[in-house]
Structure formats: structure tokens, C-alpha cells
Nanobody, 124 residues
Framework: QVQLVESGGGVVQTGGSLRLSCTSS????????MGWFRQAPGKEREGVAR???????SYADSVKGRFTISQDNAKNTLYLQMNSLKPEDIGMYYC??????????????????WGQGTQVTVSS
């Protein structure tokens, strides 16, 4: 079973940057579709960015041009570089993985392995 551990969250000022990491323990991620989600208090979990072996990278409209998803297969780690952070980016950020070459946010929500999350707070 894939175990994912997120890290890199914290408190930053508006306009600041953070890089989140999601590391798999013991499982290679190069044959997985992977994504980052976030959940703000009182709101549903939403997809932020997704990476698969067919469509490549995709992003929510709200983060396009500011966030970048990437993967280091040698380290079994998924990253989310977040720049120009805004207060509306506040939330718990989770990574998810499913063993398939192509997936949607719904696929990850329904069938993915999930980490425990890392909190991102942006002060205005």
C-alpha cells in the first residue's frame, strides 16, 4: 500500500512562496497519476494540480500561472511550488496518488491513496 507524507506547509505573507513535498514510502510513483488538493474550513476538498503520464500537468484556474506541480521519480516525491500566494489559498493541502497513467480529480478522490495533509496559511 502506498503511504504518502506531505511536508512544507507553513505561514507566509501575501505574495510569498512555499514548496510542498509529498514523499512515497517504498513505492515508485512514476507509474501513478498524482495530484494536489486543498480543503479550506467549511469547504469541500478541491483539486489544485494534477500530473499524469498522458495529459501531463493540469491546474485549477485559480492557481494557473502561480503554482507548478512536478515530480522527482528518483526521490519518489511530488512537489507543488506555490508562488504569489493569496489569502484564498489558505487550507490543508493533500497529495493523492492512483496507479494509472491517466486520471481525473474524481478518480483521485474516489480511488487514490492520500497523505495526512500539510497546512498552508497566508496572512494579509
Amino acid at each position: 500500500q502506498v503511504q504518502l507524507v506531505e511536508s512544507g506547509g507553513g505561514v507566509v505573507q501575501t505574495g510569498g512562496s512555499l514548496r510542498l513535498s509529498c514523499t512515497s514510502s517504498g513505492y515508485a510513483l512514476d507509474n501513478h497519476c498524482m495530484g494536489w488538493f486543498r480543503q479550506a474550513p467549511g469547504k469541500e476538498r478541491e483539486g489544485v494540480a494534477r500530473l499524469d503520464n498522458v495529459d501531463g500537468r493540469s491546474y485549477a484556474d485559480s492557481v494557473k500561472g502561480r503554482f507548478t506541480i512536478s515530480q522527482d521519480n528518483a526521490k519518489n516525491t511530488l512537489y507543488l511550488q506555490m508562488n504569489s500566494l493569496k489569502p484564498e489559498d489558505i487550507g490543508m493541502y493533500y497529495c493523492a496518488a492512483v496507479r494509472t497513467n491517466l486520471c481525473s480529480d474524481d478518480t483521485l478522490l474516489r480511488f487514490g491513496y492520500w497523505g495526512q495533509g500539510t497546512q498552508v496559511t497566508v496572512s494579509s
